[in-house]
């Protein structure tokens, strides 16, 4: 158990809908990471936050977003989904740096 | 820009047997170099990691690392491989403050023959 949490598990969905992705770091990180992972792309970085503020963004397109809360969860949020969203998605947590990142099971996002 | 190349997107090997899984990277810094594993369904659990302290690296179950600096090159190895290790491993390059993400290759599904 790496000690992060993602909610839910599994999310079924349907085209042009909007969906809310949660992670719970690890207790005392301030990092937290989101990564997709698709068979077309592999493991993408989408975006990071640290301490609640936005500190690094990746190939996260503009229907995505995200934020971190003063209690340091994290949530992503994925809008006007498209089937090509479908994919696993990764939230990790790190004190910051340079430091191991540890992830949670993930979140797969079907998109019928 | 940093990135990651795993030759072999498919390694088999006999139980017993040496596993070798190759990384090379590229970096504009001095890199800071993991390796992770991901079972069926299941999250990515950190191996090993690379912060320039020793080049060659020791992980969890058996695993080690070497970092070659003149290779660029991270290669993972265990002496003797278990049924238990077969999964799909990760080699991943990340750089300090300003650039922690972590940028991953494509993935190596480690297969072992009984």
Request: glycine share 8%; net charge neutral.
């Amino acid at each position: 158990d790496s000690g992060v949490t993602q909610t839910p598990k599994h999310l079924i969905t349907a085209t042009g809908q909007r969906v809310t992705l949660r992670c719970s770091p690890r207790s005392g990180d301030l990092s937290v990471y989101w990564y997709q992972q698709s068979l077309d792309q592999g493991l993408q970085f989408l975006i990071q936050y640290y301490n609640g503020e936005e500190r690094a963004k990746g190939n996260i397109l503009e229907r995505f977003s995200a934020q971190q809360f003063p209690d340091l969860h994290s949530e992503l949020n994925l809008s006007s989904l498209e089937l090509g969203d479908s994919a696993l998605y990764f939230c990790a947590s790190s004190v910051g740096g340079a430091n191991i990142q540890y992830f949670g099971a993930g979140t797969r996002l079907s998109v019928l | 820009a940093q990135s990651v190349t795993q030759l072999g997107s498919h390694v088999s090997v006999s139980e017993g047997a040496l596993v070798l899984l190759r990384c090379n990277y590229s970096s504009s810094v001095p890199p800071y170099l993991f390796w992770y594993v991901q079972y069926p369904n299941q999250g990515l659990q950190l191996l090993l990691k690379y912060t320039s302290a020793a080049t060659l690296v020791k992980g969890i179950n058996g695993f080690e690392a070497e970092f070659k600096k003149s290779e660029t090159s991270f290669h993972l190895t265990k002496p003797s491989a278990h049924m238990s290790d077969a999964a799909e491993y990760f080699c991943a390059v990340s750089e300090n403050f300003g650039n922690e993400k972590l940028t991953f290759g494509t993935g190596t599904r480690l297969t072992i023959i009984p």
